[in-house]
């Protein structure tokens, strides 16, 4: 089993570029964080695709990156529509303790080979679709993280404009994008999306240290406001009026059943895109054991206590407001104070920052990266993103049902089979091995040459596993495919990984131990 190469002089590898020094700087870390061996092709790398030299996030680094993706607006209707889908509540919690269950299992298998090697989610990808076969995966996430951004940015700018109009109200016309406005969105939308455009491109821009601290803020941030607003509204409503039920107990017995699986298979698609590409953090854990820990505590324990607050502040809305409220932008701006309006609003803002960074951001960086390691540096890689997801105009997208619809049944189709390759190849046909150095090699002896750099059993199980689970995407009007469309991710990891073993043990040459160690 391999380990993350240790400190050491950085050499050039012996073809890199005049300059390749100040091409970028390593994610968060100074030049020389990715460790470059001779021999590695600068096709491969750059500094910031490279091995670790240091790793140094704590258990908590990574449950702070955890609560940053669970503590924003997504997460808080994600969670409230659980308790709305007519189940009782201890139901509910069965079904939302075994979904966080299997993300939290599958989290730590991802973590384990980017922990062991140092080096992030597309990089890791070459050990199974050969060195530029793994652009398949990268560029597929790339995308798909691209539209997420925009939607978030655009989720973060409406809690934005909630404060500015209740702080100026002269400003209204300029939120309606029939007086003001071009495609599609407000004059005001448009501002305050540039501002947090901007403000998250500032933080990615500092790099991987500086979100480290910036995510370390945002998810406990969060826990604060929801502790005062709930207080506030079981002041206002009493502890009698907290009903864990958001609406009417419609299925019990074995007819609960379905609804629950639903609910387990809703958790786990809310948590792929981040599960898929979690080797781009896990990479930075100064140990296995401190990123399980994390995830542990980052995961099951605090999906859980979040749960639970949300439930509470949502269900006290009703008695309060008159009507069931489960976005907290729309509570806090019901409150009638401007101070605790503002401090609300801006603190889901900025969570929901904390969330795009590290789910949207980051990995299209390194995906991008790894298509071209000289021309294109992780920061250029994040930029690319940033700019894709303004071009695509994703407040048109979040405002259609039907896009949204295709998105994420679209989306759990095609993470599942990219994770059910990795995993497959990762712990069935190589039993944890990997040959650290021969992923930046294009040596046709080498490990991941397969043929011309593209290794076809990966590339073809995805492909098979991808169009058997977009079947009930597409035919939605087929026998019982309204129920079977929510489980695609399910669906696409499963073929995959049982077509990738099928067909790739045959191609995935494993070579005797010593070799395997990578010095």
């Not at 406001?225 to 907290?242: D, E, K, N, P, T």
Request: proline share 6%; net charge neutral.
């Amino acid at each position: 089993m391999t380990e993350a190469p240790h400190a050491q002089e950085r050499l050039r590898p012996p073809h890199a570029t005049a300059g390749h020094d100040d091409l970028v700087e390593a994610a968060g870390a100074p030049i020389g964080g990715g460790l470059i061996k001779p021999g590695y092709d600068p096709r491969l790398t750059n500094e910031d695709l490279a091995p670790l030299r240091k790793q140094s996030w704590s258990s908590y680094n990574i449950f702070a990156f955890w609560m940053s993706d669970v503590h924003s607006v997504g997460g808080y209707v994600t969670a409230g529509s659980l308790f709305a889908l007519g189940l009782n509540s201890w139901q509910v919690l069965i079904a939302l303790l075994i979904g966080i269950g299997i993300v939290n299992f599958f989290c730590n298998l991802v973590a384990k080979p980017s922990q062991l090697t140092g080096v992030p989610y597309p990089v890791i990808c070459r050990s199974v679709f050969g060195v530029f076969g793994a652009n398949v995966p990268a560029i597929i996430r790339g995308l798909i993280a691209v539209a997420w951004y925009g939607i978030q940015t655009y989720l973060a700018s409406s809690a934005l404009n909630i404060v500015l109009l209740k702080l100026f109200p002269a400003l209204m016309p300029y939120a309606d994008v029939n007086q003001h406005g071009f495609a599609g969105l407000s004059t005001m939308g448009w501002g305050t999306y540039a501002v947090l455009w901007v403000m998250q491109a500032a933080v990615f821009w500092t790099g991987m240290e500086s979100i480290r601290r910036f995510i370390d803020f945002c998810g406990p941030a969060v826990y604060v406001v929801m502790f005062l607003l709930a207080g506030y509204l079981i002041h206002r409503a009493g502890w009698g009026a907290i009903d864990l039920n958001l609406g009417e107990v419609k299925y019990t017995g074995w007819a609960a059943v379905p609804v629950m699986l639903g609910a387990i298979a809703l958790v786990v698609s809310y948590f792929s895109g981040p599960m898929l590409n979690f080797g781009d953090f896990s990479r930075y854990g100064k140990s296995f054991a401190a990123v399980k820990k994390g995830n542990f505590l980052g995961l099951p324990v605090n999906f859980l206590v979040f749960s639970i607050l949300v439930v509470v502040t949502a269900s006290l809305t009703l008695p309060i407001f008159g009507q069931l409220i489960t976005d907290p932008v729309d509570t806090v701006a019901r409150i009638d104070s401007v101070f605790a309006i503002v401090l609300g609003a801006l603190t889901f803002a900025i969570a929901t920052v904390g969330i795009n960074i590290v789910a949207n951001f980051i990995s299209p960086a390194f995906d991008f990266s790894n298509v071209n390691p000289q021309k294109i540096s992780w920061r250029a890689g994040g930029m690319i993103a940033a700019v894709g997801s303004v071009l695509i105009t994703p407040w048109n997208l979040y405002n259609n049902p039907e896009v949204i619809h295709y998105t994420l049944e679209t989306l759990g189709a095609f993470i599942g089979p990219l994770f059910g390759v990795l995993i497959a190849d990762f712990y069935l046909v190589r039993k944890q091995h990997v040959v650290v150095d021969d992923l930046f090699s294009i040596s046709p002896t080498g490990s991941y040459w397969y043929k011309g750099g593209y290794h076809p059993a990966a590339i073809i199980a995805t492909g098979i596993a991808a169009a058997i689970a977009m079947v009930p995407v597409l035919w939605t009007g087929g026998p019982g495919m309204k129920t079977v469309v929510q489980y695609t991710w399910f669906i696409g990891m499963l073929v995959g990984l049982l077509v990738y073993l099928a067909i790739g043990r045959r191609s995935a040459v494993v070579r005797p131990e010593p070799a395997e160690v990578a010095s």
